[in-house]
Structures are given as C-alpha cells and as structure tokens.
C-alpha cells in the first residue's frame, strides 16, 4: 500500500518570501501522479499543482513549483512571492496509474500561515 | 460553471439516526469518490465508483455505512445507525475519466451527537 507523509504539521512565512512544503511517499510502483491539494478555512479542496511520475520536468504554476525527486521519492512544493491568500491547510497526494486504484491517499497535511 | 454539489452542508443528528448525503457530480464525469476528513484519521478514501459500478468501498465500515449510485447524475452515501465517531467532513469528487483531476465537493459537515 501506498503512504504519504508530510513532517511539517505547521509552517509559516512572511508576506512576499518563499516558503518550501515537505512530502515524502512510499509506493513500489513507477508510474503514477502526485499532487498538492490547497484547503483554505472554508474546507473547499483545491488542485495547486499536479506531477506525473514519467515526467523528469518539475510542474510549475504561477508562484508554485515542485521539486520532484522520484529516486529519493520526495515532493516538495515552492510558493513564491507569499500571498496572504496561500494561508491554508495544504495535502500531498498520491494516485496510481493503474486502472481500478484511481483514488487518493493523502498526507496528514501542514497548515501555513501568512505573517504580513 | 460545472461543479460538484453535495447536500446538506452540514448536518447534526443524535446517534442511532439514519443519515444520507448526497452529491451530484460534474455532468458527464464517470468516476466518483467519497472520502471523510477527521482530525485523527485525516483524509480517507470511503467509496469509489466507475460508471456507477462500485470499485473499492475497502475504507468503508460495512455494517453501518452503505454508498449507491442510483444514476449517473447521483450518488449516496448513508450511515444507519450513525454513532458519534462518524462525526467527520464527508466530501464528494468527480472525475471525467480515472487518470483525470478529481473535483471536490464543499462537503457536508456531520456532527453525531
């Protein structure tokens, strides 16, 4: 079985600098996606950013990026340019490529917060 | 501006209640997944449905948790009885296909008392 695991339960960051969010993961299969999932206090879950394992390239999206490293299996995610909105819960995510294991399985999650 | 809906949005009930929610995914996505949010447990996989077919309900609590797709533009998932450990968010995700984003529901809010 697959495992996720985020060791920063909590982190912080001032307005306007960058931040680094930790995820490690455990599976013995080698195709599959990650991602990181956003939950601000209104619990609604939202996509930040998503990798594809067979992809060497790291994902990028505006200010958040990922440093992908598949060998280490790690999957840390960059914000830059810290905006009081990136104040939330945030989740790494593991998903199979295999059909029929299309869930899931996230990290315990780490809160951030935003220090103007 | 398609989205997944999920009713209700929060719900209090006494334990040895029934209790269903619902949710109704994006139009013409096939895959459905049901996962509950506790502060110990975190997020966890329930259900999860392919063409309205259940695929894997392993996280699920078979005596007292059942979840249907009545139709495609449906999906339930009730706790008879409900006891107070199933004080949770329950949130609902679709997908158009399995290697595809899975949108999130707002989630319903249950408190078993």
């Known amino acids: 079985a697959q495992t996720v695991t985020q060791s920063q339960p909590e982190m912080s960051v001032q307005e306007a600098e960058t931040v680094t969010l930790s995820c490690t993961y455990d599976?013995?299969?080698?195709?599959?996606?990650l991602f990181w999932y956003k939950q601000p206090p209104s619990r609604q879950m939202i996509l930040v950013i998503r990798?594809?394992?067979?992809?060497?390239q790291n994902a990028t999206e505006n200010r958040f990026s990922v440093n992908f490293q598949k060998a280490a299996k790690s999957f840390s995610l960059k914000i830059s340019d810290s905006q009081l909105g990136d104040a939330a819960m945030y989740f790494c995510?593991?998903?199979?490529?295999?059909?029929?294991?299309?869930?899931?399985?996230f990290g315990q999650g780490t809160i951030l917060t935003v220090h103007p | 501006d398609a989205r997944v809906t999920q009713t209700p949005r929060h719900k209090v009930t006494e334990m040895g209640q029934e209790v269903t929610m619902r949710c109704q995914p994006i139009?013409?996505?096939?895959?459905v997944f049901w996962y509950r949010q506790t502060m110990m447990q975190g997020l966890e996989l329930l259900a999860y449905?392919?063409?309205?077919?259940?695929?894997?309900d392993s996280g699920m609590p078979k005596d007292r948790f059942s979840a249907e797709m009545p139709d495609a533009t449906l999906a339930t998932l009730k706790i008879q009885p409900s006891e107070p450990r199933d004080s949770a968010v329950y949130f609902c995700?679709?997908?158009?296909?399995?290697?595809?984003?899975?949108?999130f529901g707002p989630g319903t809010r249950l408190t078993v008392l």
């Open positions: 599976t013995s299969e080698s195709d599959y996606y």
């Open positions: 449905f392919r063409n309205r077919a259940p695929l894997d």
């Open positions: 139009l013409g996505h096939n895959t």
């Open positions: 995510a593991y998903r199979s490529r295999r059909a029929g294991y299309g869930k899931l399985t």
């Open positions: 995700a679709s997908g158009l296909r399995e290697n595809n984003e899975q949108f």
């Open positions: 990798q594809e394992a067979y992809k060497q």
